[in-house]
């Protein structure tokens, strides 16, 4: 099966798993705030974003290992990927002692963290909640290392559709624990208990599928070949303490200086973007062992073409749906939740913005990282960390909300600007003025098409209804798409994108006649 088969079917189980669990986390999230006092949402984003802080004992092994399973799984070396794999494994036992002591030390603290918990009288409550979600976390290491081999085979949609069915089946036990009894106590130990058994299966049929990774006998990595990896994961482990210090601490800045009910708001407008977001990054996560696999076996000209109309596709889908999220958003958390849960405008227009360019940082990193360059920017997202740390706490202070979403844009942006140069040295021997030669296109159509959008809006929607919601999302559809093919119909990136997607119509139409 080749790299474009490959990616099909990884796009196509990632498009299923993400439609599923995007009903029922909004099923599950409508009895939950219907149920539930807005205190418990707030607290749920709040860990769910500390226990992402404390993954950064991950410090980037994961991703370091992937790229060098992409060589000797191309090749067909049992006998490597049988080292990288117990070293990976050793490695993330590590992980997962560091991260349970780290956050059992975090303990005594979370009485200072958690601002205003209304509702909440006993602080033995606060810590119960947390060692669940830490227990979660903790007993995920001891099996996410093994997805990286059929990752690293292009069968990305193996764990997709193992998330998918555990997914279901936790949204709806924990959808009738909350009707039945309303505990957030049974909200989250159903969810355990499921996703315990989860990963006991998913353990169970990884080692049935590469039964040669049980083998007693196998050579070590060489000197030269973990050196190589501390190396990348010396250069990692700056892009994750920045990346978190930059994408996972807003909830918490939220949480800690305005009050816990405000993250829970937050986190129903994250959600929905997360949601069709995850949605999206599907189309361009599912290329990545692609993308490596390209560059272990193609021309740099090949690969600065694909990487040219990867850029290209990122820009139409994402800015396609910043612009319906900015127009509908709100008027879904309306019909959604009702009119308590919407922010302000402001807030909604800044979290987007961050949005589109977090699309095009989606594109760099994959890249970056499918070609194995890690080390060249590594004290940047320290940078970008420090930068959002800095201008958040000193906003959120003068100006509440909207500040911490103007330090996230600001961080974010100074990665737009330096890794298209890294990459287009490093990568391609070219000059990198091409590429925000077209982000300034992309961008300058994207703005016109938003404008157009935002008019009919004015004269269809004077009125939040189901009906009208739906007229407006056909408009927006239209008019936005419409737009960039006037503009970008005729460039050699939409006729590669044309033609793929023609080809694949003729192959199922073909199917279905024999």
């Known amino acids: 099966m080749g790299r474009v088969n490959y990616a099909a079917r990884n796009i196509m189980f990632g498009y299923v798993s993400n439609i599923i669990t995007l009903l029922v986390n909004a099923v599950l999230r409508y009895v939950f705030v219907m149920r539930l006092d807005e205190t418990l949402l707030g607290i749920n984003s709040t860990y769910t974003n500390i226990l992402s802080v404390l993954s950064l004992a991950e410090l980037g092994v994961g991703t370091a290992i992937n790229f060098s399973l992409y060589a000797p799984v191309a090749k067909g070396d049992r006998e490597k990927i049988k080292a990288y794999m117990q070293y990976y494994k050793k490695a993330y036992r590590m992980i997962a002692f560091i991260v349970a002591v780290v956050g059992l030390i975090l303990v005594p603290f979370l009485k200072y963290i958690i601002k205003d918990p209304v509702g909440i009288e006993n602080t033995q409550d606060l810590i119960n909640f947390y060692l669940i979600f830490l227990f979660n976390t903790v007993s995920s290491y001891f099996v996410a290392y093994k997805y990286s081999l059929p990752n690293a085979e292009q069968k990305n949609y193996i764990q997709a559709n193992v998330i998918t069915i555990t997914k279901i089946m936790t949204t709806l036990v924990q ?6 009894t309303s505990s957030f106590y049974g909200y989250l130990i159903s969810a355990s208990v499921i996703e315990l058994a989860q990963k006991i299966f998913a353990n169970i049929y990884l080692n049935h599928k590469y039964p040669y990774l049980k083998d007693k006998n196998m050579e070590k990595l060489t000197k030269e070949e973990t050196a190589d990896i501390k190396k990348k994961t010396g250069a990692l482990v700056c892009h994750k303490v920045g990346d978190v210090a930059r994408l996972q601490t807003d909830s918490i800045i939220i949480t800690g200086f305005i009050n816990v009910a405000m993250s829970g708001k937050v986190d129903n407008y994250n959600l929905v973007i997360s949601s069709v977001s995850n949605f999206v990054n599907i189309i361009f996560n599912s290329v990545i062992s692609s993308f490596g696999n390209l560059i272990a076996t193609e021309s740099r000209e090949k690969q600065y073409n694909m990487f040219c109309i990867y850029r290209f596709f990122a820009s139409w889908i994402y800015g396609f749906s910043a612009v319906g999220f900015y127009i509908l958003l709100t008027p879904l958390i ?38 194995g360059v890690f080390e060249q920017d590594k004290y940047l997202p320290l940078i970008q960390g420090a930068v959002n740390l800095i201008i958040s706490v000193a906003l959120v202070i003068k100006i509440g909300l909207l500040g911490v979403y103007i330090g996230t844009i600001i961080s974010g942006l100074l990665a737009n600007i330096i890794r298209p140069v890294i990459i287009y040295k490093v990568c391609f021997e070219r000059k990198a003025a091409v590429y925000f030669y077209d982000a300034v296109r992309y961008i300058s159509v994207i703005i016109l098409a938003a404008v157009c959008c935002v008019m009919c809006s004015n004269v269809f929607m004077k009125e939040i209804t189901i009906a009208s919601f739906a007229i407006m999302a056909v408009i927006i559809t239209l008019i936005f798409n419409g737009i960039f093919l006037l503009f970008f119909g005729r460039t050699s990136e939409f006729r590669y994108l044309y033609a793929i997607f023609r080809d694949k119509v003729y192959s199922v139409i073909n199917r279905r006649h024999r």
């Open 334 to 371: 309306s019909l959604w939740i009702g009119d308590k849960w919407i922010l302000p405008g402001a807030v909604i227009a800044a979290i987007l913005i961050d949005y589109y360019f977090k699309g095009e940082r989606v594109v760099l990193s994959n890249y970056k990282t499918a070609a």
């Open 175 to 180: 959808t009738i624990v909350i009707l039945a």
